[in-house]
């Protein structure tokens, strides 16, 4: 099966409807030789160290309710085994700043793990979800989006430089996305129409649809959220850049999307 090795990373303006409206997007690519890498990233709070109860990118709030506030990668799987080992009465998955996946195959898979678990999916106003992450927002076994929640999509790349609509829609690189939307709960027919609304804008732009949008691709089924988060969740701290060519950002001027 066909690794994706491209990689993502949007930085946006100070506020996300203004650069919507203006259709300015500042973009960076990163290319990894070491595994599929696809996420969009916004300002994060300056990192702190790190908490006793953080996992990879999941930070525990309390006995019930984790937080993903990081992209993943593979070493996330581990982690949220460790997680549910020492927090096994976690029961809802708040997602709050999640860029998306350094790696999709492992993000995929991390998806499967969280359904397994049983954890309700919950994005909070002012909770951010972005390419690879919107996968796991799937895998919730009930899932709760609030108006003020932002989602970002767009196609993925393999290391041929090739996208999604590069091939057919009954190959390997395309079916392993159907199939687990399937998993997740989605009809053959919906999950077409979702990968196709997620492919929609090529891997270098990005396609952004606010709570009440993303609810009409996905339903939205209502869970009561846990309490209010903490005034300070603590950030991801910032990793070590991955060795690869990079490209400087490209500022795309006045591209639409």
């Known amino acids: 099966m066909r690794a994706l090795i491209a990689s993502i990373c949007l930085a946006l303006l100070p506020a996300l409807p203004a650069a919507a409206e203006t259709g300015t997007a500042i973009v960076a690519h990163q290319l990894s030789e070491s595994g599929a ?68 195959l492992a993000n995929l898979a991390l998806g499967r793990m969280i359904r397994a678990a049983g954890l309700a999916a919950w994005v909070p106003e002012d909770g951010s979800v972005r390419s690879g992450a919107v996968e796991l927002v799937l895998a919730g076994t009930t899932l709760k989006i609030e108006d003020g929640a932002q989602f970002a999509v767009h196609a993925w790349l393999d290391e041929a430089g090739y996208q999604a609509s590069d091939y057919a829609i009954d190959s390997a690189e395309n079916r392993r996305y159907l199939s687990y939307y399937g998993e997740m709960g989605m009809s053959a027919q919906d999950a077409l129409a979702f990968y196709a609304m997620t492919n929609s804008v090529p891997f270098e732009e990005a396609r952004w649809l ?48």
């Open 37 to 104: 890498t696809r996420f969009v990233s916004s300002p994060l709070a300056p990192a702190k160290s790190e908490p006793p109860s953080a996992y990879g990118p999941f930070r525990v709030l309390d006995a019930q309710t984790v937080a993903l506030v990081g992209a993943t990668d593979e070493s996330s799987l581990a982690a949220f085994a460790d997680m549910l080992r020492d927090h096994p009465g976690l029961a809802t998955l708040a997602f709050i700043e999640c860029p998306g996946t350094y790696d999709d």
């Open 210 to 257: 606010d709570g009440p949008e993303m609810r009409r691709w996905v339903g939205g089924a209502q869970v009561a959220p846990p309490a209010e988060l903490p005034p300070e969740l603590p950030a991801e701290p910032q990793a070590e850049p991955r060795p690869g060519p990079q490209l400087a950002y490209l500022d795309l001027g006045d591209l639409l999307y």
